[in-house]
Structure formats: structure tokens, C-alpha cells
């Protein structure tokens, strides 16, 4: 299988690009301070997400890998209720993001305490 299989992965690359359309809407004066740090964190959970599928022979670096993908999602959400208090995004669509976000924090967490489910190479 390919890291681009998991769900995990295919559902945090969905939640970057989804947040990278909607970040585009955000003031100019935020392009430096929130705008890009909600793109980089939502960035990095999938690209943790890769990472550590291809360290999966090492149980020890495969979860370490996930915790920092976990993180830099607890990280996005953050950004989200910033972008929420700022009035950038509405409550629904901070619902809606929200609840991705929950679910791919889910996903990992499933990947963090199964390890041996992803196999080695």
C-alpha cells in the first residue's frame, strides 16, 4: 500500500487544501502571521502522515512521526478558532472544518495505538 492510500492522509491533504482556498480570503495584513501559519500546520499533518508510513519499521519513529502529525494538528485547530474569533470564517464553516479536524486527530490517534495494523515494509 502507498501512504497516499490512508485514510488518515487522503482526508488531512483534503482539510490543507480546503483551508489553503478558504486562507485566500484572508485580510493582506494576515498573509505573514495567520494565513501562513494555518497553511503550514495543516500542511504538515500530511506530510507527517508520510513520513512516518515510510519509518513504519520502526515502530518507535513511525509513532513519533504521527505525534508530530498530531500536534500540528491540535496546531491547525488552534488557527481555526483564531480565524473564527477574527471573524475571517463563519460558525458554520468552523463546524464544519472543526469536525475534520476532530476526525483526522481520530485517524492518528488510531495509527498511534495500532501500529503493528500498518505493517513494515
Excluded at 5 to 25: G, N, R, V
Aim: hydrophobic share 35%; with cysteine.
Amino acid at each position: 500500500m502507498d501512504f497516499k492510500e490512508l485514510l488518515a492522509y487522503k482526508k488531512s491533504f483534503e482539510l490543507a487544501m480546503e483551508i489553503f482556498e478558504i486562507s485566500k480570503t484572508f485580510p493582506k495584513e494576515e498573509t505573514y502571521s495567520l494565513t501562513d501559519q494555518i497553511r503550514r500546520s495543516s500542511r504538515s499533518v500530511t506530510a507527517n502522515i508520510s513520513e512516518a508510513y515510510r519509518k513504519r519499521r520502526y515502530v518507535n519513529h513511525f509513532i513519533s512521526k504521527l505525534t508530530d502529525s498530531d500536534a500540528e494538528n491540535s496546531e491547525t485547530n488552534t488557527w481555526l478558532e483564531f480565524s473564527l474569533k477574527c471573524n475571517y470564517i463563519t460558525l458554520e464553516l468552523f463546524n464544519q472544518l472543526n469536525a475534520k479536524n476532530i476526525e483526522i486527530g481520530r485517524l492518528i490517534n488510531y495509527m498511534i495505538n495500532n501500529p503493528n495494523r500498518f505493517g513494515s515494509i
